[in-house]
T-cell receptor, first 113, second 114 residues
Framework: EPEVTQTPSHQVTQMGQEVILRCVPISNHLYFYWYRQILGQKVEFLVSFYNNEISEKSEIFDDQFSVERPDGSNFTLKIRSTKLEDSAMYFC???????????FGPGTRLTVL | AQSVTQLDSHVSVSEGTPVLLRCNYSSSYSPSLFWYVQHPNKGLQLLLKYTSAATLVKGINGFEAEFKKSETSFHLTKPSAHMSDAAEYFCVVSDPSGTYKYIFGTGTRLKVLA
């Protein structure tokens, strides 16, 4: 089964700092997605990314967030100036052409102090 | 708009007894529905999926779910609970109106008693 990987597994940062979360894609992908899960809460959609462009974003995905593929392979989520409430688990996911489901990475736990 | 409602935030069962986790969906389209499990401090693992094929879907670890259009339900069941089933379970619907993003339910925490 295809595997999506994410780095780092855990990131601790100070409020106001920038963080970059990375997702290593599987080949033959269609869409990329980022989701977040605040501790004890449900998983929420942040953004979808297709053909190097944002396809859809939620209300959570404000100007502090950005996504890109800096080197044509890895897929990153950047938070420019972190807030305490950004502390959460962040998951990336992909849809592959031959599957009718999203494959999730193991997540990055972001802790903002 | 697509949505899912998980009717129970917590379910407790004794080991060896059946498990029933309830999920109702709302969809303007023929939905794709999924159940994911999340063990403590772990990622999301797909248990099973319904994508308009057979209405009774079998998944991993003995779980299954039945898609009932008339009841707009997709309940998850298992005949006999095991201690290792204790986890958070999420019912998910895929939203075809945009980019097929997932819409998660609020989750059901399953506790298995010895």
């Amino acid at each position: 089964e295809p595997e999506v990987t994410q780095t780092p597994s855990h990131q601790v940062t100070q409020m106001g700092q920038e963080v970059i979360l990375r997702c290593v894609p599987i080949s033959n992908h269609l869409y990329f997605y980022w989701y977040r899960q605040i501790l004890g809460q449900k998983v929420e959609f942040l953004v979808s990314f297709y053909n190097n462009e944002i396809s859809e974003k939620s209300e959570i995905f404000d100007d502090q967030f950005s996504v890109e593929r800096p080197d044509g392979s890895n897929f990153t989520l950047k938070i420019r100036s972190t807030k305490l409430e950004d502390s959460a688990m962040y998951f990336c996911a992909q849809v592959l052409a031959q599957y009718n489901e999203q494959f999730f990475g193991p997540g990055t736990r972001l802790t903002v102090l | 708009a697509q949505s899912v409602t998980q009717l129970d935030s917590h379910v407790s069962v004794s080991e060896g007894t059946p498990v029933l986790l309830r999920c109702n969906y709302s969809s303007s389209y023929s939905p794709s529905l999924f159940w994911y499990v999340q063990h403590p401090n772990k990622g999301l693992q797909l248990l099973l999926k319904y994508t308009s094929a057979a209405t009774l879907v079998k998944g991993i670890n003995g779980f299954e779910a039945e898609f009932k259009k008339s009841e707009t339900s997709f309940h998850l069941t298992k005949p006999s609970a095991h201690m290792s089933d204790a986890a958070e379970y999420f019912c998910v619907v895929s939203d075809p109106s945009g980019t097929y993003k997932y819409i998660f339910g609020t989750g059901t925490r399953l506790k298995v008693l010895a």
